[in-house]
């Protein structure tokens, strides 16, 4: 599936963020992340389409990390596939309560481990909202914010040059097309 830009916002410092129509197990950024649970077993969803096309080397090694919490996130190789890494995040599933506060971690927790390993652009998938039951225009909002800030705030230290989400879930797509177009508007009133 060839893969559609649907947007994109340049920050004053030279950083970008992007909102993608496509496949991120094809995306050509630096690291993906995956929407993993608890025990990183990547039976379905994201994580089970990473696995397929990157290789068992991506399960291998989750099994060698084991648990991670929610919130947190952790690195392995990236097989097959044409990223460097993949980012292991865990997001909330729906009803185990904090689920907002959870969700803000996973984002940043992903970034920051990108930005630690020096890598330039990332791609994330819509964490949490999928298998995981989170409102999915509550996700796309929290992803944007969480992505800008920390592109802002990290300005000085952050490697990362390039946020991008990407989806294949059409909703998700529209969530993305109008939370950019408010985006905009709200940084042109700066
Ligand atoms: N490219 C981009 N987005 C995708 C792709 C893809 N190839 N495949 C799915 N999505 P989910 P979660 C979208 O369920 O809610 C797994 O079993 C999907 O349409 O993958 O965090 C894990 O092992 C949705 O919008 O993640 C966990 O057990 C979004 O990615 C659990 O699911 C996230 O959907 C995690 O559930």
Do not use: W
């Not at 971690?105 to 390993?117: F, P």
Request: hydrophobic share 40%; proline share 2%.
């Amino acid at each position: 599936m060839a893969a559609i830009v649907i947007d994109q916002i340049h920050l004053d410092n030279n950083k970008s963020l992007r909102a993608v129509y496509g496949d991120i197990t094809e995306r050509d950024v630096d690291v993906i992340v995956n929407a993993a649970n608890s025990y990183l077993k990547h039976g379905g969803g994201v994580a089970a389409a990473i696995v397929r096309k990157g290789g068992k080397i991506i399960q291998e090694e989750s099994d060698k990390i084991g648990f991670v919490p929610v919130g947190s996130s952790v690195i392995t190789a990236a097989g097959r596939l044409s990223c460097k890494a993949v980012i292991h995040t865990v997001g909330p599933r729906m009803g185990e309560g904090n689920e907002v506060t959870k969700l803000r971690a996973a984002i940043r927790n992903s970034l920051q481990l990108a930005s630690d390993r020096k890598f330039k652009s990332i791609s994330l998938p819509a964490i949490s909202s999928g298998i995981f039951g989170f409102p999915k225009d509550k996700c796309v909002k929290i992803l944007v914010k969480e992505a800008k800030n920390f592109l802002v705030n990290d300005n000085n230290t952050t490697s990362l040059e390039l946020v991008e989400f990407c989806s294949i879930d059409d909703e998700t797509v529209d969530c993305l097309k109008k939370e950019f177009a408010n985006s905009k508007g709200l940084l042109n009133c700066l």
